[in-house]
Every structure is written in C-alpha cells, then in structure tokens.
C-alpha cells in the first residue's frame, strides 16, 4: 500500500513540473523541481547515467575539425617549404650564368672545278655542264659552345666556379647575371687540383652568398642546387639531400679526366650546366660547389665541400691567385692511411717535391700528420688544406712494417699539377 502511494506522488510530481515546464515559471519554481527529481526520482530512472549539465560546452563543426586537423598534419611541410623558399630568394641573387664563346671557322660550299688541272685544250670539252661544291671556311665567327654557373663572393665581382667551365684559355666568358645584366668575364686563376676557379667581372654592388661550413654538412639533410641546367635554363632550382659524404670519383668531360676526394653527394638534381653552381643548405649557406653527376644513374651528383677552397677564395682575394700548400705525393688511402704509390701519370714521390726532400718513398702509408690522423674520411689531401706555404709538419709513416717519423716543408703548388 505505502508503495502504491508512493509511485502515485512520483507520478503526480512529475506530470505537474511536465506541465509546468509548459508554463513560464520563476527559477525557484525549477530548482524546486530539480532537487524533487534528484532526491527521489534520479534513482528510478538513470541510477547509472549523469544528467546533462546546463552549461554546454562548445561543439566544434565538422568542416572546422577537419580543417584543425589539416593545418596540424601539414604545419611542418609548411614550415619545410618557407624555408627552402627563404633560402633560394637568399642566395639565387647571386647566382650566375657563365657562357662560353670561340672563334668558330665559317664553312660554307663554295663551287669548284675538279678538272683545272687538265691542260686547256681538254677542259673545253667538259665545259660548264658540271657544278661542283666543296666546304670552305669563309673566316670566323665568335660563337657560344657551353655554359656553365657559378656564384658571386665579392661585391666588387669576384666568382667561384668550376676550373672545368673555364679551362679553355682560347675561350671567351661572358657572365650573365640574375637581373640579365651581361659583363665579360676575366679568369683570375684556375686550380685543377680542386676543379676550382675564380673569375672576375667590372661590376660593384652585386649581392653575395653566404659560405657555410661543410664539416658540419649531415647525411639526409636537405641540399638544394641552383645552375644554368642545360646551360639553357638559368637559376634552375632542384631539392634533395645530402646522401653521401667522403665521396672519391674520377670524372671525364670537356676533354679532362679528374680525380676528386671528399666530395658530397646529393640527390638534388645536378646536370650539364649546372657544374660551378652553389649546393646550399635550408641557410642558404653554399656547402659546395657541384661539380659531377653520374650519366645514366638516378640523381647522383656530387659537390666539391666549400672547406676545400675556402683558404684558395681568400688568397685570390688577397694576392689575386692561388696560393695552395704542396707535399709532392700521388697516394691512395687504405684503412691504415694514405700509401704512396705511383700511377700511370707518374710516380707515387715527385722529383724533388718537398717528400722528395723529406725522404719519403713509394709504398711508405703516411699515418698521421702533425698528431692528426689521417684516414679515408680525414684523407691527406683534406689535412694538408688547413697548413700554409712554408709550415713545417711531422710525417708519422709505416715503412715495411716499421713506424718512423720524418719532417717535411711544404712548398706552393707548382702551375703545372
């Protein structure tokens, strides 16, 4: 019976505040109500389950969700693609074309009479029925035969670039800058050792790159090429990264053959054209100087680290040619060192090279230089880079078996080698 009544009430109370709600009523009124349900008819009906609150908190849309998401998963491609963009608006100022021009003979098919050496009286009877045409030059023209990059150091006009751009000394070079300004270059100096030059225009003002540091340089970091690609298409931009370091190669073209060391490799698109051009970091720092790509491969190209010719940049700036230490030895680094031995373009100690003074023979491995180890990332020609003409420095060297130490001075490169 107490039951019966009970429900009755709950049931009475809660058409009542259901019609009530029907009505404008005070706020007492509902709070009156809301304390009824959550002391007496809570339990009944959601014993397990949380009434709503009266604040809601805001929903967020669907479209707007999506779009929160979206912003998120590509902040840091954004972020990725300003700072290639930053680095290329940085650095492309000055970057330059080279192109390259030579007196080429004009031949054109000049008429000829195959039979002016018969005596008169039997070349009437072949009269002028017959027309014949040989090739003949008809003087020269000076005509564009390549082209090359390169990038500006100096306001005043200095630039670095590839000795291979710049090899013929017959050639003629006119720079092309990014504004399309043209200026006849001059070839300052050109070190094969490197395949490193320097050229020089009449110009000032001219915006310069930055030169970073390429001992710092990581494998997978970002690279990014700027060239004359094709030596048709200026300022070509390419992205890749770093995928190789301490790189050694032996390259052909442009009638050279030559054997680099410690270079970088790089996925960034190098081709024709774009040898002497700056390889840059997210910086816009250059690293390198790209200088080689691999025919028939899939974006392999390789750059000349900037630390090899930072010490050349300076002395071109300073005595206006390249002043480079010189030991006199050809070698080939092994895991013990660098052993010296001969080749095919000549014998492993050069006549009277500072080695030759210093007693070093055929087949010694020079282990360490001044305490400094050398090895096949921290190869010799890399050490030798850090001293001056005329340091003196201690060879550690393995001679049959045997660790001695012999002293030697370094001269400057001879124009020769």
Avoid at 66 to 90: C, H
Avoid at 217 to 239: D, H, M, P, Y
Wanted: glycine share 8%; charged share 20%.
């Amino acid at each position: 019976m107490k039951r019966q009544i009970l429900v009755i009430i709950i049931v009475s109370a809660f058409l009542g505040g259901f019609l009530g709600s029907l009505i404008s009523v005070a706020p007492a009124e509902a709070n009156l109500f809301k304390n009824f349900y959550d002391q007496y008819l809570k339990q009944f009906i959601q014993p397990k389950a949380e009434m709503p609150t009266s604040i809601e908190e805001p929903k967020i849309s669907d479209t707007q969700n999506s779009e929160f998401k979206t912003q998120n998963l590509y902040a840091p491609t954004v972020d990725y693609e300003q700072a290639v963009v930053k680095a290329v608006e940085q650095s492309s100022p000055a970057v330059i074309s080279i192109i390259i021009s030579r007196d080429l003979p004009i031949i054109e098919q000049c008429p000829y009479n195959p039979f002016f050496d018969l005596p008169p009286e039997f070349q009437q009877f072949f009269g002028q029925r017959f027309e014949f045409y040989q090739p003949c030059q008809k003087g020269t023209k000076l005509q564009e035969v390549g082209g090359g990059s390169g990038f500006i150091i100096s306001s005043d006009g200095l630039i670095v670039t590839n000795r291979h751009v710049v090899y013929d000394e017959k050639a003629s070079y006119t720079v092309l800058t990014n504004d399309g300004k043209k200026y006849d270059a001059q070839v300052l100096a050109r070190d094969s050792y490197s395949d490193f030059a320097v050229i020089k225009i009449s110009a000032n003002g001219l915006p310069i790159v930055r030169l970073g540091d390429s001992d710092t340089v990581k494998l997978s970091q970002t690279a990014i090429a700027i060239g004359n690609a094709l030596g048709e298409f200026r300022n070509t931009v390419s992205v890749g990264v770093i995928s190789g370091l301490s790189r050694s190669v032996t390259a052909a073209g442009a009638g050279l053959t030559e054997k680099f060391e410690g270079l970088i490799q790089t996925d960034a698109a190098i081709n024709q054209g774009n040898s002497g051009g700056p390889l840059l970091n997210l910086k816009g720092e250059v690293i390198a100087i790209n200088v080689a790509m691999v025919t028939g491969a899939q974006n392999i190209g390789f750059a000349i680290p900037i630390n090899q010719v930072k010490k050349a940049i300076e002395s071109v700036k300073t005595t206006g040619r390249i002043v480079t230490p010189y030991l006199g030895v050809r070698y080939t680094m092994t895991t013990e060192g660098a052993l010296i031995r001969g080749t095919q373009d000549g014998p492993g100690v050069l006549p009277n090279s500072p080695a030759d003074k210093a007693g070093l023979q055929a087949e010694d491995i020079i282990i360490e230089l001044n305490g400094e180890k050398v090895t096949q990332d921290n190869y010799l020609g890399k050490v030798i880079q850090k001293y001056n003409v005329a340091d003196t420095v201690t060879l550690k060297i393995l001679r049959n078996g045997k660790i001695m130490e012999v002293k030697a001075t370094f001269e400057e490169r001879p124009k020769n080698l």
